[in-house]
């Protein structure tokens, strides 16, 4: 398979490797578990926003919207059990991804993608056949397990098979894909909106099949990571695949370091509890704050009750279809210019670019909607809603090349081998606890802050701004294996936690293990306080139910 490969050329350390189709398409197929996400996150606000749809499984919310000038205009669809159709997804997928960590370590990641192709095909058969609530969350339980085993074995399968030189690229396809499933959904709910008779919202989540199936073939067709073969002790048939996807026959430098990696990961025998040491906290500090920052950016409220959103702020159903189409193109435009850039300009300055223009955007929507959008008043007239419009895709596009994938990417290829199983378990799971937490409280939260939510937003974007400032460190082109001695070791605080001895926490080192005891303090304080609000809003809420 070395032949149509182009060279990527070896230098900064560097292993020698050609840019083979056997890698292009490998890491294509394996990015179809993004399209199923992303489809799932975005079907689920254009459905909710269906007539027909609420008619027959939420009679309240969908009362309320009918009824004009008595409930807020940032109430209507302020429901528990609205959101639990939307945020039981990700509740299934944070308890899948331990299991799928598992498979993942001790099968492969191959079989976990397969795993995950299944579950997604039985999710969207139980939605497209709901006939009442039960069997619709039952459905949407069974895509969150895909999701789960997805998110885990995706980001770890297109970092090891990638050439380090592209690496960043071919890993941010996992993400092109999901901005792709959005806009597919957005675009499938625009037309299934206009099918009559009250069925439309069935084609919606029956399409969700397609992806599906893409997923459970590319399992079936991509090779498996030279990685995770030599992990699993099967040395020659990995060093002949490593071969194949390098398209050299010069392997030997990157096969020797890929044993030597195996061989201390073998040594490791709890590795969840190998993340708590303290020559791993940095990675796994890093690797929780991420996914934590990810989801308060806002843009999961966004893009989950889009069309609801746009409904709330005046916009007709089928305006707010419309502009929700828009943002998810708009997302996947943007999401193209990360692959471009990511492995040119590097990781943090895309990352705090996007800071700056997403603090900006956010805090221009809460003024204009301040002035402009009442409880029981809508002054926001065709240039200021075109303006909103313009404002969000203003947000949604820095998120996209920032935020969206490199908060994947960067714990996919910082964990060492020993822990990466576990590393990516906590990453998925982390970000798929506070995806539910926002999916669950945002309709209550919208309810109660109104536009006060995109400032309540802006102040965490501008906190994990100058996180990123001060404590990322810059990983593009540096190979996954050499990330300890190259990255870790470098950083004016991480180095402090990179000897030997785990528990000598005397000097300097013992300065650092106090810094970070307060910075995790910090992060879990704020968490906590993040909780007690959802708890309020959701107490609050049971007056609406």
Known sequence: MAGGGFSAGPGGGEFEAKITPIVIISCIMAATGGLMFGYDVGVSGGVTSMSPFLKKFFPVVYRRTQEQGINSNYCKYDNQGLQLFTSSLYLAGLTATFAASYTTRKFGRRPSMLIAGIFFIVGTILNAAAQDLAMLILGRISLGCGVGFANQAVPLFLSEIAPTRIRGGLNILFQLNVTLGILFANLVNYGTNKITGGWGWRVSLGLACFPAGLLTLGALLVVETPNSLVERGLLEQGKSVLKRIRGTENVEPEFLELVEASRIAKEVKHPFRNLLKRRNRPQLIIAVALQIFQQFTGINAIMFYAPVLFNTLGFGNDAALYSAVITGAVNVLSTTVSIYSVDKAGRRLLLLQAGVQMFISQVAIAIILGIKVKDHSDDLHKGFAIFVVVLICTYVAAFAWSWGPLA????????????????QSVTVCINLLFTFVIAQAFLSMLCHFKYGIFLFFSGWV???SFFVLFLLPETKNIPIEEMTERVWKQHWLWKRFMDDDDYH?????????????????????????????????????????
């Open 408 to 423: 994947w990417l960067i714990p996919s290829e910082t964990f060492p081998l020993e822990t990466r199983s576990a590393g």
């Open 505 to 545: 926490i005397e000097g300097n080192h013992g300065d650092g293990l106090k810094k970070m005891g307060m910075l995790m303090d910090l992060m879990v304080f704020l968490s906590c306080k993040f909780g007690e609000v959802s708890g309020f809003l959701s107490a609050q809420n049971s007056k609406f139910i």
């Open 462 to 464: 501008l906190v994990m």
